[in-house]
């Protein structure tokens, strides 16, 4: 196949998508592939093959805006032209909440991952839980607040503890990567979570704190793969801990009873069908201490580095990284024929 690989773009999740960008043109060219980098965030001409990836402790800045008759111009890019399939690995608003996936069906392409629906309501967490709770996948309550002036911050701040309570958990509406997350105890410090959140995009979900453990349930082909267990060392999943190496633990797969691990994958399945997602995702799960599990969000375009959750997934599964990355272009490529 010839894969064009977009990578990189300018959300903040950018150093996140350069690392799976370069491990998914690393796994398609061991298997043979003719596999092409690019970089819509980049002005025309600028190299986008991927060097050393490194992801730091916090997000990225943002790269310099492109001129308005750049913007589209990857689109054009002959590595694009000529693909059989796009491999999608844009983490983040504008690659992964729905944008890129109207781009490349108006081109008529054939790409990786959910289509323009299934992405823009996955990326929107408070439409994902409403849809969740109509298929009858349990989720935490939370309230959708808009942080927008200082009066609207203190207004929120009652709602929230008068109809959650604490501990909380706060975030941006169209996030992906824990970005602007924050854990909040106290009344206090909703005023500096919401501020902090709604810094990426306004709109904040807060959700009532569920206690337990960590788990992530892999959907590739409509079917769940072994379940994976997180264990953050010393605090949240958060941006750091997710990717910097060491600061967190991983099962796979998760030490839970048989009859626990098929609700969750039986929730993961629900979830992923009742967003209309397809090819592949990640559900995230926090699981009560009375073994009661709670869907945080569905992942539509989730981290695909070798020492990522779905790889690590897959591989319990018995599926290799490389023969995951050509199982994922090939879908793409089976629903263009």
């Known amino acids: 196949m010839k894969v064009a690989v977009l990578l990189g773009g300018d959300s903040p999740e950018r150093d996140v998508s350069l690392a799976s960008g370069a491990a998914v043109i690393k ?3 061991a298997r043979g592939h003719a596999a092409a980098a690019v970089d819509p965030a980049m002005p025309p001409g600028t190299p986008a093959e991927p060097g050393e990836t490194r992801i730091g402790e916090r997000p990225p800045e943002r790269p310099a805006p492109l001129r308005p ?5 990857w689109l054009h890019a002959a590595p694009v032209r000529e693909a059989d399939v796009v491999m999608n690995a844009l983490h983040g608003v504008w690659g992964e909440d729905g944008v890129v996936q109207a781009l490349l ?4 392409l054939a790409y990786t991952g959910s289509g323009v629906l299934g992405s823009a309501l ?5 439409r994902s839980k409403a849809l969740f709770r109509e298929a009858g996948v349990p989720t935490a309550p939370h309230l959708l607040v808009d942080a927008a002036s200082a009066d609207a911050i203190d207004r929120a701040a009652a709602a929230i503890v008068r109809d959650l309570g604490l501990p909380v958990v706060v975030k941006p509406n169209c996030q992906g990567s824990s970005v602007g997350f924050s854990y909040v105890t106290d009344e206090a410090g909703l005023g500096e979570a919401l501020r902090g959140a709604s810094c990426y995009g306004g709109e904040c ?3 009532r704190y569920v206690p337990g453990r960590e788990l992530t349930a ?4 409509g079917e769940a793969l072994p379940l994976v267990e997180i264990v953050p060392e010393g605090g949240f999943y958060d941006y750091r801990r997710k990717y910097q190496k ?3 633990r991983y099962f796979a797969p998760a030490d839970v009873d048989e009859r626990t691990a098929a609700l969750v994958r039986r929730h993961a399945a629900r979830a992923f069908e009742a967003l209309a997602c397809r090819d592949y995702a990640r559900v995230d799960f926090r699981l009560s201490p009375g073994g009661e599990p709670f869907c945080l969000e569905v992942n539509t375009l989730p981290g695909m580095t070798e020492l990522s959750l779905v790889p690590m997934a897959a591989r319990a599964a018995g599926i290799g990284f490389e023969e995951l990355v ?3 272009c090939r879908m793409a490529l089976a629903r263009k024929r």
């Open 69 to 73: 008759e750049e913007v589209f111009a």
């Open 218 to 221: 892999a959907i590739l082909g």
């Open 246 to 248: 060491g600061s967190s």
């Open 122 to 126: 996955a990326m929107n967490k408070d």
């Open 105 to 108: 069906e108006a081109a008529g």
């Open 326 to 328: 050509e199982r994922i």
């Open 27 to 29: 796994a398609l060219r």
């Open 205 to 207: 979900v807060v959700e």
